[in-house]
C-alpha cells in the first residue's frame, strides 16, 4: 500500500534509491539484496492486481537510471453504476482499510515524500480510500500472519465451555453474519477449523517461523466456512425491510417480495439468532422481525437493553 501510494501521488519518476528511503518497508531491508527482492515481489504483485507501473529512463546518457510511477489516468475508474446487492458489496469493501495503523502508513508516506523535495498531488488519494473499521483486536495480528504465512497462537473460548490454546496456520480471513471469522489449519486438531475473532480472548502470538507453511491449493474460503461454521443456517426468518435499507441482509435472502404496507419481506436463512439479532439490531427502525418469536424476542431485549443504557 505504501508503495502505491508514493508511485500514485507523485508527478514525477521516482528511483528506487529514493523509493527505498521513503517507504518504511523498503527502509527496514537488512541489505540492498533484501530490499531489491521486495520491490520486486511488490512490483509482481501490483501487475497481477492490473496496477499499471510505468518505467521511465531518467538519464539519456545512463539506460541503468530509471524511476517509476503509477499514472492517475490508468489508475482511475470510470462511473459504474450498480445495482443494490453490488452496493452492499461495495459498501463493505469500502470499510477494509479504515484502521489506525494504515492511517498512519499513508499519512508517514506523503510526509517522507514531500521532505524528500518530491512534488505531491495529495487529491490523488481521493481516489484510494482504504478503510477497514473493526473492533476485534485480533484482526491486523491475523491479517499480518496470513500475509507472512506465519502460524499464531491464541486463547479462544466457546459458549459453554473452558478457554483453549489454539495454534493455527491462518489462510485467510472472511466476514458473515456481522462477525468477522479466520480459517486455516489447526495445529493440534491437524485439520482446517474457523474461529470467530471475538471469540479469541487472548493477544495474538507467532508460533514458528515466516513462510513456514502454504495455503492449500484451490481452497475456497467461503466453501470451507459454509462446511465448518457451527451456526449455519437450518431455517429461516421472514423479515420487514424499508425500501432502499438493509442492503447486507438483501443480499442474502432467499425470497423477497413487495409488503402490504410498502416494506418488503425478506426471508434470511437463520442460523444462530444471537448473530443475525445483533446485526438486525444494527439496522435500527429500518427492519422489523415478523418470525421466529425467539429472533423477534431477541432483536427487542437488545433494543431494550441499548435504550436502558443510553439513559443510565
Excluded: C
Excluded at 520491490?39 to 524511476?67: A, M, N, Q, S, W
Excluded at 498531488?121 to 495480528?141: H, K, M, V, Y
Excluded at 427502525?285 to 433494543?303: F, K, T, W
Aim: glycine share 6%.
Amino acid at each position: 500500500m505504501n508503495l502505491v501510494i508514493a508511485l500514485l501521488v507523485t508527478r514525477h519518476f521516482v528511483t528506487k534509491a529514493r523509493l527505498r528511503e521513503t517507504v518504511e518497508e523498503y527502509r527496514e531491508a537488512s541489505s540492498l539484496e533484501a530490499f531489491e527482492k521486495m520491490f520486486e515481489r511488490d512490483k509482481e504483485e501490483l501487475r497481477e492486481l492490473g496496477i499499471k507501473i510505468d518505467v521511465h529512463t531518467l538519464d539519456k546518457g545512463f539506460d541503468d537510471e530509471v524511476g517509476y510511477r503509477i499514472s492517475r489516468e490508468d489508475f482511475e475508474m470510470p462511473p459504474l453504476e450498480i445495482t443494490a446487492a453490488e452496493a452492499a458489496i461495495l459498501g463493505l469493501a469500502a470499510r477494509v482499510w479504515d484502521s489506525a495503523r494504515m492511517a498512519s502508513a499513508t499519512t508517514s508516506a506523503i510526509t517522507k515524500l514531500q521532505a524528500a523535495g518530491i512534488d505531491i498531488d495529495s487529491t490523488a488519494l481521493d481516489i484510494l480510500t482504504p478503510r477497514l473499521p473493526t473492533g476485534e483486536r485480533a484482526f491486523e495480528p491475523l491479517l499480518d500472519a496470513i500475509k507472512e504465512r506465519q502460524p499464531v497462537r491464541f486463547d479462544y473460548h466457546r459458549p459453554g465451555g473452558p478457554s483453549t490454546t489454539r495454534v493455527l496456520q491462518p489462510w485467510g480471513m472472511l466476514f458473515h453474519g456481522s462477525r468477522w471469522y479466520v480459517l486455516g489449519h489447526d495445529a493440534d486438531r491437524d485439520q482446517p477449523r474457523l474461529f470467530r475473532l471475538s471469540r479469541i480472548t487472548s493477544d495474538i502470538s507467532t508460533a514458528g517461523k515466516a513462510d513456514s507453511y502454504q495455503v492449500p491449493d484451490n481452497v475456497d474460503l467461503k466453501a470451507e466456512a459454509r462446511r465448518l461454521r457451527p451456526d449455519e443456517a437450518t431455517r429461516s426468518a421472514t423479515v420487514r425491510v424499508r425500501p432502499g435499507g438493509a442492503f447486507g441482509l438483501r443480499r442474502r435472502a432467499t425470497a423477497a417480495e413487495p409488503g402490504p404496507d410498502g416494506w418488503d419481506v425478506l426471508r434470511v436463512p437463520l442460523g444462530s439468532v444471537d448473530i443475525l439479532a445483533e446485526e438486525l439490531r444494527s439496522y435500527a427502525d429500518s427492519v422489523v422481525v415478523d418470525e421466529p418469536p425467539d429472533l423477534r424476542e431477541a432483536v427487542i431485549n437488545g433494543l431494550r437493553a441499548l435504550s436502558r443504557a443510553g439513559s443510565a
